[in-house]
């Protein structure tokens, strides 16, 4: 199968070297030094998935329409990198494999012929250099659309993944955007002080302010009339009771991620972006939920601070030291 992966950073990387070890005919785009290095040397992925280097063919667009597309760049470059491939993509059926609420939604409007799917992925993936990926943790993509059961077309798209990667079809796709956006609370932190997740999550007055911008997270959904979708041992049922928890124990949820990641260090894609000089994805993850508290009658203190503060570091180009954060924190009204 002919299939198209737009954007060769972690997760792009990651899928376009699994899909072609699968045996599918796989086209990856990327720019400046990624290209090169992909067009001379292909991707080497190490870690969760073991050792492998395939030589995808290596493009800055697509020239003709694949089988299947991969959109996998990061929220804010999807729209860009959406509109730059779909006289080729338009028609073609669409996995937008990203963070955030809204990557189908945007490629549905932009690729109006096409079938558009979303992929959550649970995958922890260091971007180490152009054409270099190291999986840390290897855990299940989930695939779906829509806020109903997954369909039969859902289904079929699932079995060409699974075959490279553990793929998995999921109900209640947009709910399960949204808890995985709670999962994405583990993001901004790392990003801000230069630590990995584990490390935030191990000290215990990050993990309070983590913890909070969780809570806060899902009590705007749930103001939002949010069903939120099972992924990764959470589901509605668990995250409403989380929501009601006081900080103290509700940190028994990051706690809980922190055992699935193990020891190797993950440094979050948030942080991975400052590392290579790029602008984050921040505003789709915290300054989601900040826009997302305007329409429900809510502030979200603690998520419009950890977007502010990550755009401080993008700004500086160093990290802020914990004591920083911790002191912002407690200056937040209660």
Not at 246 to 267: C, E, F, I, S
Not at 303 to 308: M, R
Request: proline share 5%.
């Amino acid at each position: 199968m002919k299939i198209a992966v737009i954007g060769a950073g972690a997760l792009g990387g990651t899928f376009a070297t699994l899909l072609a070890r699968a045996g599918h005919e796989v086209t990856v785009t990327a720019r400046g030094p990624a290209l090169a290095v992909i067009r001379a040397e292909g991707i080497s992925l190490t870690g969760g998935f073991g050792d492998v280097r395939q030589r995808p063919l290596a493009l800055e667009r697509l020239v003709e329409a694949p089988d299947l597309a991969l959109v996998c760049t990061k929220a804010q470059d999807a729209a860009a990198a959406i509109a730059e491939n779909a006289a080729v993509l338009d028609g073609a059926p669409v996995i937008v494999v990203q963070n955030g609420l809204d990557g189908v939604s945007r490629a549905r409007s932009l690729l109006p012929r096409s079938d558009c799917f979303g992929a959550l992925s649970i995958i922890a993936a260091n971007y180490s250099a152009p054409g270099r990926v190291r999986i840390t943790t290897a855990a299940p993509t989930y695939l779906g659309r829509g806020d109903g059961a997954a369909d039969t077309a859902t289904d079929a798209w699932r079995d060409v993944l699974a075959d490279a990667v553990p793929t998995l079809s999921i109900d209640n796709f947009v709910g399960a955007q949204w808890t995985k956006l709670v999962v994405n609370m583990l993001n901004s932190l790392p990003a801000i002080t230069g630590l990995s997740v584990q490390a935030v999550v191990d000290d215990a007055r990050l993990r309070r302010v983590l913890t909070a911008s969780m809570r806060e997270t899902v009590r705007v959904g749930i103001r939002r009339e949010v069903r939120f979708g099972a992924l990764q041992g959470l589901d509605d049922r668990r995250l409403r009771a989380f929501a009601r928890l006081p900080l103290a124990l509700g940190q028994v949820l990051p706690l809980r991620m922190r055992r699935r990641m193990g020891d190797v260090p993950n440094l979050g894609s948030t942080l991975q972006s400052l590392k290579r000089g790029q602008v984050t994805e921040v505003d789709f993850l915290n300054g989601a939920v900040v826009r997302e508290a305007g329409p429900a009658g809510m502030q979200a203190p603690v998520n419009a601070l950890l977007t502010g503060l990550v755009h401080e570091v993008e700004a500086r180009g160093v990290p802020l030291a914990s004591v920083d954060v911790l002191e912002r924190f407690a200056a937040l009204p209660r």
